[in-house]
C-alpha cells in the first residue's frame, strides 16, 4: 500500500509518491462514498533502469613509467556516470620502502564528499603533477589513482566510492632516464637509417622507370613508416622534457635522428 494525497480544488486529481527500486505493478482500486468500487482493474507497470557505479580512468599517462625526481607530469583523467557525477579527484601516494610516505590530492572537481556539488555525466581532468613538490628520493613509487563519485542514494544508502586502476612512476637517476632515451633512440636511429637506404632505392625506381603502380605502393608504405618513426621520435623527446634531461649526447642522437627522417 502507498499513501495519497488530493487537490482540495480539484477531488478528482490524486497525486502518490513511492521509490520506484527495481519496478513493478501500481495497482489501485477505488472505492467512492457510496462504497462503490471499480469494475475494471487499474494498473500501472514501471520498469526502471539501475543505476550503475560510475567509471574512471587514467588515461595519461598511458603505462607505467620511470620518471626522474623533477619530472613534471601531465596527467589526464576520464570519469563518466550514467545519471551525474558528484565529484572526482586525483591522488599521487609517494611510497618509500613499500609503505605510503604521504597522500597529496592534486586535482578536484567539485568535491566527492559534499552531496550538494555536481557535475554533468562526465568529467575530464588535466594536471601537470611536480613529482619536486612530493620530495622524491630514487627507488621511491609515485602511485597515481583517480576516485570518482556519483548522486546516487536512496534511504541514505549510496554507492560505493570508484577508484581507477592505479598508474604508477619510479623514480630513478636523471642518469638512468637518459640512458633509457638513448636506448630507445639508438634502436630509432638504425630504422631511420633504414628507411633513408629504401627511400634512396625508390628515387633510383622512379629515375629508371619512372612511377608505376609498385612505386607508389612503395612511396605509401615508406610514408606510413616515415610517420610512424617520427611519432616514436616526438614521444622520446616529450620524454626527454618533461624529466628535464639535459644530455649532450642524447640530443646530439636527438637531432641525428630527426635530419635523417627530415
Given at each position: 500500500e502507498v499513501d495519497f494525497t488530493f487537490d482540495s480544488d480539484d477531488p478528482t486529481r490524486w497525486s502518490i509518491e513511492f521509490p520506484l527500486g527495481t519496478g513493478g505493478d501500481l495497482t489501485l482500486d477505488l472505492v467512492d462514498e457510496h462504497g462503490l468500487v471499480n469494475l475494471d482493474p487499474i494498473r500501472y507497470r514501471f520498469e526502471t533502469i539501475e543505476d550503475r557505479v560510475p567509471t574512471v580512468t587514467i588515461?595519461?599517462?598511458?603505462?607505467?613509467?620511470?620518471v626522474s625526481a623533477k619530472a613534471v607530469v601531465?596527467?589526464?583523467?576520464?570519469?563518466?556516470?550514467?545519471?551525474?557525477?558528484?565529484?572526482?579527484?586525483?591522488?599521487?601516494?609517494?611510497?618509500?620502502?613499500?609503505?605510503?610516505?604521504?597522500?597529496?590530492?592534486?586535482?578536484?572537481?567539485?568535491?566527492?564528499?559534499?552531496?550538494?556539488?555536481?557535475?554533468?555525466?562526465?568529467?575530464?581532468?588535466?594536471?601537470?603533477?611536480?613529482l619536486s613538490t612530493l620530495d622524491p628520493r630514487g627507488g621511491d613509487e609515485v602511485v597515481l589513482r583517480a576516485i570518482a563519485s556519483d548522486n546516487?542514494?536512496?534511504?541514505?544508502?549510496?554507492?560505493?566510492?570508484?577508484?581507477?586502476?592505479?598508474?604508477?612512476?619510479?623514480?630513478?637517476?636523471?642518469?638512468?632516464?637518459?640512458?633509457?632515451?638513448?636506448?630507445?633512440?639508438?634502436?630509432?636511429?638504425?630504422?631511420?637509417?633504414?628507411?633513408?637506404?629504401?627511400q634512396a632505392d625508390l628515387q633510383a625506381m622512379v629515375e629508371s622507370r619512372g612511377v608505376d603502380e609498385s612505386v607508389r605502393r612503395g612511396q605509401a608504405r615508406m610514408g606510413d613508416?616515415?610517420?610512424?618513426?617520427?611519432?616514436?621520435?616526438?614521444?622520446?623527446?616529450?620524454?626527454?622534457?618533461?624529466?628535464?634531461?639535459?644530455?649532450?649526447?642524447?640530443e646530439e642522437v636527438l637531432r641525428q635522428s630527426q635530419d635523417i627522417l627530415d
Amino acid at each position: 500500500e502507498v499513501d495519497f494525497t488530493f487537490d482540495s480544488d480539484d477531488p478528482t486529481r490524486w497525486s502518490i509518491e513511492f521509490p520506484l527500486g527495481t519496478g513493478g505493478d501500481l495497482t489501485l482500486d477505488l472505492v467512492d462514498e457510496h462504497g462503490l468500487v471499480n469494475l475494471d482493474p487499474i494498473r500501472y507497470r514501471f520498469e526502471t533502469i539501475e543505476d550503475r557505479v560510475p567509471t574512471v580512468t587514467i588515461s595519461r599517462p598511458v603505462s607505467d613509467e620511470s620518471v626522474s625526481a623533477k619530472a613534471v607530469v601531465p596527467v589526464t583523467v576520464e570519469a563518466r556516470d550514467d545519471v551525474a557525477l558528484e565529484g572526482l579527484e586525483v591522488e599521487a601516494t609517494l611510497r618509500r620502502g613499500g609503505e605510503d610516505s604521504q597522500i597529496a590530492v592534486i586535482a578536484t572537481i567539485a568535491d566527492r564528499r559534499n552531496p550538494d556539488s555536481g557535475l554533468d555525466t562526465s568529467a575530464t581532468v588535466d594536471v601537470d603533477l611536480d613529482l619536486s613538490t612530493l620530495d622524491p628520493r630514487g627507488g621511491d613509487e609515485v602511485v597515481l589513482r583517480a576516485i570518482a563519485s556519483d548522486n546516487f542514494e536512496i534511504e541514505g544508502v549510496r554507492h560505493p566510492e570508484v577508484v581507477s586502476s592505479p598508474r604508477k612512476l619510479l623514480v630513478v637517476s636523471d642518469a638512468e632516464v637518459a640512458q633509457q632515451l638513448r636506448s630507445g633512440l639508438s634502436s630509432l636511429r638504425r630504422t631511420a637509417i633504414r628507411l633513408e637506404g629504401e627511400q634512396a632505392d625508390l628515387q633510383a625506381m622512379v629515375e629508371s622507370r619512372g612511377v608505376d603502380e609498385s612505386v607508389r605502393r612503395g612511396q605509401a608504405r615508406m610514408g606510413d613508416r616515415i610517420a610512424s618513426a617520427e611519432e616514436v621520435l616526438e614521444s622520446i623527446a616529450r620524454r626527454r622534457d618533461r624529466n628535464q634531461i639535459d644530455d649532450p649526447l642524447l640530443e646530439e642522437v636527438l637531432r641525428q635522428s630527426q635530419d635523417i627522417l627530415d
